[in-house]
Protein backbone atom coordinates (compact mmCIF):
# COMPACT_ATOMS: atom_id res chain seq x y z
CA UNK A 1 0.00 0.00 0.00
CA UNK A 2 0.55 3.80 -0.56
CA UNK A 3 3.32 4.57 2.41
CA UNK A 4 4.02 8.14 3.65
CA UNK A 5 6.94 8.85 6.13
CA UNK A 6 7.39 11.94 8.19
CA UNK A 7 10.97 13.15 9.86
CA UNK A 8 11.55 13.84 12.36
CA UNK A 9 8.93 12.21 14.48
CA UNK A 10 8.91 14.41 17.54
CA UNK A 11 11.14 17.83 18.07
CA UNK A 12 11.81 19.55 21.00
CA UNK A 13 13.12 23.47 20.74
CA UNK A 14 13.67 26.26 22.15
CA UNK A 15 11.31 29.17 21.33
CA UNK A 16 12.56 31.32 18.60
CA UNK A 17 14.41 28.65 16.60
CA UNK A 18 13.26 27.17 12.92
CA UNK A 19 11.91 23.49 12.76
CA UNK A 20 11.98 21.97 9.24
CA UNK A 21 9.23 19.01 8.97
CA UNK A 22 9.68 16.60 6.10
CA UNK A 23 7.27 14.40 4.24
CA UNK A 24 7.68 11.88 1.67
CA UNK A 25 6.01 9.54 -0.38
CA UNK A 26 7.65 6.48 -0.47
CA UNK A 27 6.26 4.63 -3.09
CA UNK A 28 4.18 6.62 -5.28
CA UNK A 29 4.35 10.45 -6.50
CA UNK A 30 2.06 12.55 -4.93
CA UNK A 31 1.22 15.57 -6.99
CA UNK A 32 -0.66 17.02 -4.59
CA UNK A 33 0.68 16.83 -0.38
CA UNK A 34 -1.50 18.61 2.48
CA UNK A 35 -0.58 19.30 6.04
CA UNK A 36 -2.43 19.54 9.14
CA UNK A 37 -2.44 20.70 12.63
CA UNK A 38 -4.08 18.91 15.17
CA UNK A 39 -4.26 19.92 18.67
CA UNK A 40 -5.36 17.27 21.81
CA UNK A 41 -8.41 15.24 21.39
CA UNK A 42 -9.02 17.87 18.52
CA UNK A 43 -9.50 17.12 14.93
CA UNK A 44 -7.54 17.90 12.24
CA UNK A 45 -7.07 21.69 11.47
CA UNK A 46 -6.06 21.86 7.62
CA UNK A 47 -3.26 24.16 7.69
CA UNK A 48 -1.87 24.37 3.62
CA UNK A 49 -2.26 22.19 0.17
CA UNK A 50 0.87 21.98 -2.02
CA UNK A 51 0.95 21.29 -5.69
CA UNK A 52 4.55 19.62 -6.62
CA UNK A 53 5.80 22.88 -8.61
CA UNK A 54 3.76 25.66 -7.35
CA UNK A 55 3.17 27.86 -4.37
CA UNK A 56 0.98 26.23 -1.30
CA UNK A 57 -2.18 27.36 -0.94
CA UNK A 58 -2.77 28.50 2.88
CA UNK A 59 -5.77 28.10 4.63
CA UNK A 60 -7.67 31.59 6.61
CA UNK A 61 -6.01 32.46 9.42
CA UNK A 62 -2.65 30.72 8.85
CA UNK A 63 0.41 32.96 7.98
CA UNK A 64 2.45 31.98 4.88
CA UNK A 65 5.46 33.32 6.67
CA UNK A 66 5.90 31.95 9.93
CA UNK A 67 4.91 28.36 7.90
CA UNK A 68 7.02 27.66 4.80
CA UNK A 69 5.84 25.08 2.70
CA UNK A 70 8.51 23.58 -0.12
CA UNK A 71 7.04 20.88 -2.51
CA UNK A 72 10.41 20.42 -5.02
CA UNK A 73 9.41 17.10 -5.65
CA UNK A 74 6.67 14.62 -6.62
CA UNK A 75 7.68 12.63 -3.62
CA UNK A 76 8.92 15.40 -0.73
CA UNK A 77 7.22 18.07 0.92
CA UNK A 78 8.65 20.24 3.60
CA UNK A 79 7.07 22.51 6.42
CA UNK A 80 9.16 25.05 8.23
CA UNK A 81 8.19 26.48 11.08
CA UNK A 82 10.13 29.59 11.88
CA UNK A 83 10.48 31.22 15.10
CA UNK A 84 8.60 29.04 16.99
CA UNK A 85 6.69 29.63 19.83
CA UNK A 86 4.96 27.65 22.30
CA UNK A 87 1.89 28.29 20.92
CA UNK A 88 2.92 26.25 17.81
CA UNK A 89 3.61 23.37 19.86
CA UNK A 90 0.86 20.84 18.49
CA UNK A 91 1.03 17.66 16.08
CA UNK A 92 1.84 17.98 12.32
CA UNK A 93 0.29 15.41 9.77
CA UNK A 94 1.22 16.05 6.24
CA UNK A 95 -1.09 13.57 4.03
CA UNK A 96 -0.43 12.76 -0.17
CA UNK A 97 -2.45 12.43 -2.60
CA UNK A 98 -1.58 10.22 -5.53
CA UNK A 99 -3.67 11.83 -8.04
CA UNK A 100 -4.70 15.34 -8.81
CA UNK A 101 -8.18 15.01 -7.43
CA UNK A 102 -9.20 12.61 -10.09
CA UNK A 103 -13.10 11.98 -9.26
CA UNK A 104 -12.58 8.91 -7.03
CA UNK A 105 -8.64 8.37 -6.49
CA UNK A 106 -8.62 10.97 -4.21
CA UNK A 107 -7.53 8.94 -1.44
CA UNK A 108 -5.34 10.78 1.20
CA UNK A 109 -2.82 8.78 2.96
CA UNK A 110 -1.27 10.56 6.34
CA UNK A 111 2.43 10.06 7.64
CA UNK A 112 2.81 9.32 10.86
CA UNK A 113 2.88 12.46 12.34
CA UNK A 114 5.26 14.99 14.04
CA UNK A 115 5.18 16.50 17.74
CA UNK A 116 6.80 19.28 17.76
CA UNK A 117 6.96 21.17 21.75
CA UNK A 118 8.58 24.50 21.58
CA UNK A 119 9.82 25.71 25.29
CA UNK B 1 -18.50 28.29 4.78
CA UNK B 2 -18.98 24.31 4.90
CA UNK B 3 -19.11 22.45 8.17
CA UNK B 4 -19.04 18.47 9.55
CA UNK B 5 -20.51 17.52 12.57
CA UNK B 6 -20.31 14.25 14.29
CA UNK B 7 -21.79 12.85 16.90
CA UNK B 8 -21.22 11.41 19.69
CA UNK B 9 -18.34 13.38 20.52
CA UNK B 10 -17.45 10.44 23.01
CA UNK B 11 -18.76 6.44 23.44
CA UNK B 12 -17.74 4.26 25.26
CA UNK B 13 -19.32 0.80 25.32
CA UNK B 14 -19.18 -2.64 26.88
CA UNK B 15 -16.76 -5.19 24.36
CA UNK B 16 -19.19 -6.73 22.44
CA UNK B 17 -21.72 -3.72 22.07
CA UNK B 18 -22.64 -2.33 18.95
CA UNK B 19 -21.55 0.99 18.30
CA UNK B 20 -22.66 4.31 15.64
CA UNK B 21 -21.26 7.21 14.84
CA UNK B 22 -23.12 9.71 12.84
CA UNK B 23 -21.64 12.80 10.27
CA UNK B 24 -23.95 15.45 9.37
CA UNK B 25 -22.50 18.40 6.82
CA UNK B 26 -24.17 21.65 6.07
CA UNK B 27 -23.88 21.30 2.74
CA UNK B 28 -24.19 18.58 -0.36
CA UNK B 29 -20.73 16.30 -0.44
CA UNK B 30 -19.66 14.90 -3.53
CA UNK B 31 -17.86 12.14 -1.33
CA UNK B 32 -17.33 11.38 1.85
CA UNK B 33 -14.38 9.40 3.70
CA UNK B 34 -13.62 7.54 6.80
CA UNK B 35 -11.02 7.43 8.99
CA UNK B 36 -9.70 5.52 12.18
CA UNK B 37 -7.12 7.53 14.11
CA UNK B 38 -5.88 5.09 17.19
CA UNK B 39 -4.42 6.91 20.34
CA UNK B 40 -1.08 8.28 19.65
CA UNK B 41 -1.27 7.42 15.78
CA UNK B 42 -2.64 8.91 12.33
CA UNK B 43 -5.28 8.98 11.05
CA UNK B 44 -5.69 5.69 8.82
CA UNK B 45 -8.15 5.67 5.95
CA UNK B 46 -11.19 3.31 5.78
CA UNK B 47 -13.38 4.34 2.84
CA UNK B 48 -14.72 6.33 0.77
CA UNK B 49 -18.30 6.58 -0.22
CA UNK B 50 -19.42 8.56 -3.33
CA UNK B 51 -23.15 7.02 -4.37
CA UNK B 52 -26.17 8.30 -2.91
CA UNK B 53 -27.36 5.66 -0.70
CA UNK B 54 -24.38 4.08 -1.01
CA UNK B 55 -23.85 1.27 1.58
CA UNK B 56 -20.57 -0.67 2.22
CA UNK B 57 -19.41 -3.31 4.17
CA UNK B 58 -16.00 -3.86 6.10
CA UNK B 59 -16.08 -7.33 8.00
CA UNK B 60 -17.79 -6.16 11.31
CA UNK B 61 -17.53 -1.81 9.72
CA UNK B 62 -21.01 -0.87 7.95
CA UNK B 63 -20.60 3.26 6.33
CA UNK B 64 -24.05 4.47 5.04
CA UNK B 65 -24.17 7.64 2.91
CA UNK B 66 -27.27 9.46 3.33
CA UNK B 67 -29.68 10.17 0.12
CA UNK B 68 -29.33 13.80 0.15
CA UNK B 69 -25.46 12.88 0.37
CA UNK B 70 -25.59 15.13 3.42
CA UNK B 71 -25.05 12.96 6.49
CA UNK B 72 -23.38 9.39 6.71
CA UNK B 73 -22.75 6.87 9.50
CA UNK B 74 -20.41 4.22 11.08
CA UNK B 75 -21.47 0.94 12.87
CA UNK B 76 -19.43 -1.09 14.18
CA UNK B 77 -20.73 -4.66 15.30
CA UNK B 78 -20.03 -6.40 18.16
CA UNK B 79 -17.18 -4.03 19.15
CA UNK B 80 -13.55 -4.88 20.37
CA UNK B 81 -10.59 -3.64 21.96
CA UNK B 82 -9.11 -3.32 18.68
CA UNK B 83 -11.65 -0.87 17.53
CA UNK B 84 -10.43 1.70 20.08
CA UNK B 85 -9.73 5.07 18.85
CA UNK B 86 -11.09 8.04 17.02
CA UNK B 87 -13.16 8.09 13.92
CA UNK B 88 -13.41 10.75 11.80
CA UNK B 89 -15.38 11.40 8.80
CA UNK B 90 -13.89 13.96 6.13
CA UNK B 91 -15.80 15.82 3.40
CA UNK B 92 -15.62 17.42 0.51
CA UNK B 93 -18.25 19.58 -1.41
CA UNK B 94 -16.61 19.03 -4.92
CA UNK B 95 -14.07 16.43 -6.09
CA UNK B 96 -11.69 19.39 -6.36
CA UNK B 97 -12.55 21.36 -2.76
CA UNK B 98 -10.58 20.67 0.37
CA UNK B 99 -11.63 17.63 2.83
CA UNK B 100 -12.90 19.01 5.69
CA UNK B 101 -12.94 16.66 8.72
CA UNK B 102 -15.33 16.32 11.28
CA UNK B 103 -14.58 16.73 14.56
CA UNK B 104 -14.32 12.80 15.40
CA UNK B 105 -15.74 10.74 17.59
CA UNK B 106 -13.85 9.08 20.40
CA UNK B 107 -14.48 5.20 20.84
CA UNK B 108 -13.73 3.31 24.07
CA UNK B 109 -14.25 -0.55 24.81
CA UNK B 110 -14.54 -1.69 28.13
CA UNK B 111 -12.85 -5.36 28.01
Not at chain 1, 65 to 71: G, R, S
Not at chain 1, 102 to 110: C, E, M, N
Not at chain 2, 61 to 66: I, N, R
Request: with cysteine; glycine share 8%; net charge positive.
Amino acid sequence: GAVVSQHPSRVICKSGTSVKIECRSLDFQATTMFWYRQFPKQSLMLMATSNEGSKATYEQGVEKDKFLINHASLTLSTLTVTSAHPEDSSFYICSAAPNRLIPGQDTQYFGPGTRLTVL
Amino acid sequence: GQQVMQIPQYQHVQEGEDFTTYCNSSTTLSNIQWYKQRPGGHPVFLIQLVKSGEVKKQKRLTFQFGEAKKNSSLHITATQTTDVGTYFCAGRKTSYDKVIFGPGTSLSVIP
